[in-house]
């Protein structure tokens, strides 16, 4: 299996992004996906995720901002990140589990949004 996302950059505050992470290896869409962010010296946190059937769930800091979206035809999951900020800035992960409960089971390499001006 693997999750290979990309998108990342640096962007001024305000401003947008579009993460993608591709999978291969699984059945894609059998599988919740996720995103998830570290910044620097601080634990990994769930940013959002999406159920298999496509329901959404947000980190309450990112809800009205960030939009997850997948296209199973493409095995690919987005994150739409808006309005960002500089407490945004961090490496986001995507991953896959299967169902909404339990860990995840694959995790992608990271991609870096940096959010300053």
């Known amino acids: 299996v693997q999750l290979q996302a990309s998108g990342g950059g640096l962007v001024q505050p305000g401003g947008s992004l579009r993460l993608s992470c591709a999978a291969s290896?699984?059945?894609?869409?059998?599988?919740?996906m996720g995103w998830h962010r570290q910044a620097p010296g601080k634990e990994r946190e769930w940013v959002a995720s999406?159920?298999?059937?496509?329901?959404?769930y947000y980190k309450d800091s990112v809800k009205g901002r960030f939009t997850i979206s997948r296209d199973n035809a493409k095995n690919t999951v987005y994150l739409q990140m808006n309005s960002l900020k500089p407490e945004d800035t961090a490496v986001y992960y995507c991953?896959?589990?299967?169902?909404?409960?339990?860990?995840?089971?694959?995790w992608g390499q990271g991609t870096q949004v940096t959010v300053s001006s």
């Open positions: 999406i159920s298999s059937g496509g329901t959404t």
């Open positions: 991953a896959a589990r299967r169902g909404m409960q339990g860990n995840y089971e694959y």
């Open positions: 290896g699984l059945t894609f869409g059998s599988y919740a």
